[in-house]
């Protein structure tokens, strides 16, 4: 199945709005906004993944510059992301950062109704609005005990 760009368009308008709800620091707004954009693109350009509503399988291919043999999967939902080719986190959530693959995973229950149930029945301006979804991006967690 192919990702419709217009919906996931929707999809990304309703995370940015709800986005502005959040009681983030700027800086992590920031971070948000680009992993939902990062996330966006990748998911028209290389659909590569499993969804359900309680994760994501994702699969992410190396561009030419990273040189890397072999793809990396992520497993992701609201909480956490981790490596499934490996043990371990992802780099950007072990670091406390949002990461593509967690908006991604937000993204996608957006766009298949899980989150925001009758967003897409709003109009523009109830979306810009926040649309009362509330998306729970969780703020980094203290990943000290993953470090051994
Ligand atoms: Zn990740």
Not at 97 to 104: K, L, S, T, V
Not at 118 to 136: D, P, V
Request: include cysteine.
């Amino acid at each position: 199945m192919k990702i419709n760009p217009a919906r996931l368009e929707t999809a990304f308008a309703v995370a940015e709005a709800a986005l502005k709800n959040q009681d983030l620091p700027a800086y992590m707004t920031k971070r948000w906004r680009r992993a939902f954009a990062k996330a966006k693109e990748r998911l028209i350009e290389r659909p590569f993944f499993s969804w359900q509503p309680e994760r994501l399988i994702l699969v992410s291919v190396p561009t030419e510059k990273t040189n890397e043999l072999g793809c990396r999967f992520y497993e992701a939902n609201e909480q956490t992301c981790r490596r499934v080719d490996k043990s371990g986190l992802c780099q950007a959530f072990f670091e406390g950062f949002p990461c593509w693959h967690r908006a991604a995973f937000l993204l996608l229950g957006i766009y298949f109704g899980e989150i925001c149930a009758g967003a897409f029945e709003k109009n523009q301006s109830q979306l810009a609005g926040g649309a009362n979804c509330q998306l729970k991006l969780t703020l980094p967690i203290d990943t000290c005990a993953n470090r051994s």
